[in-house]
Nanobody, 121 residues
Framework: QVQLVESGGGLVQAGGSLRLSCAASGRTFSSYAMGWFRQAPGKERAFVAASSKNGGGTYYSDSVKGRFTISSDNAKNTVYLHMNSLKPEDTAVYYC??????????????WGQGTQVTVSS
């Protein structure tokens, strides 16, 4: 079992940057692959990015590739989502996720409570 708590959301102008953080507690952080999803108003939750266990690889949705970066600090049990060149269409609630075994783009095993990101035009 792992507990996930996101922070770092807020209001930013288009073209700006934000860094989201997800602090994990419980079972050893490095036991999980980690990811980020987002849900915009009126839309389903969508995959954003993921990182394999122990830095094995990173994966991004086409809509954020080249603008967002996922990284981890195992010493702090924290995963980050660095978001640059933000667009109004990036506005959503962002959820941290943990995978016990396999990274998938449609579901995860554990979820955080979400943090709101709003990008103004």
């Amino acid at each position: 079992q792992v507990q996930l708590v996101e922070s770092g959301g807020g209001l930013v102008q288009a073209g700006g940057s934000l860094r989201l953080s997800c602090a994990a507690s419980g079972r050893t952080f490095s036991s999980y692959a980690m990811g980020w999803f987002r849900q915009a108003p009126g839309k389903e939750r969508a995959f954003v990015a993921a990182s394999s266990k122990n830095g094995g690889g990173t994966y991004y949705s086409d809509s954020v590739k080249g603008r967002f970066t996922i990284s981890s600090d195992n010493a702090k049990n924290t995963v980050y989502l660095h978001m640059n060149s933000l667009k109004p269409e990036d506005t959503a609630v962002y959820y941290c996720a943990a995978y016990r075994v396999v990274i998938t783009t449609d579901k995860a095993d554990y979820w955080g409570q979400g943090t709101q990101v709003t990008v103004s035009s």
